[in-house]
C-alpha cells in the first residue's frame, strides 16, 4: 500500500491529534497482460469490435464494456484491466479459446 502523507500548515489543530497532518491513501494503475498468441488477441480483438466497438464504456442494459459482459460479473470494478481479465476468465472457462468463442460468435451473434 503506497501511503501519502501530506503536511497541513493551515489548518486547525484537532482535538487529540499531535500534530498536523492528514494521511491519504494513493491510487496505483493496475494493468493487465493477457499473454494470448496473434491469434488469439486477433480473436479477441474481432469480438471486442462487434461487441462494443472497442468501448470500454459501452452499455446496453445489464452489459457493460468492450466486451460486454454482464455487470455482475465485473464486481463493481469497471477498469480496463479488470475487463480484459475478467472477459479472458470468461472465454477460457465458456470457450477454451478466443478462436472458439469467435466461432460461436459468428453462428450466435453473441459469445
Known sequence: MVMLTVLALALPSVAGVADNTITAQAKTKVTYVS???????????????????????????????????????????????????????????????WTKAKRHWVSHHWY
Open 35 to 97: 499473454n494470448l498468441s496473434k491469434k488469439q488477441q486477433a480473436a479477441k480483438d474481432w469480438i471486442a469490435m462487434r461487441e462494443s466497438g472497442g468501448n470500454y464504456r459501452a452499455r446496453n442494459g445489464i452489459y457493460y464494456g468492450k466486451y460486454q459482459l454482464t455487470i455482475s460479473m465485473l464486481h463493481g470494478d469497471y477498469s480496463k484491466a479488470n475487463q480484459e481479465k475478467t472477459a479472458d476468465r470468461y472465454t477460457r472457462n465458456r470457450y477454451g479459446t
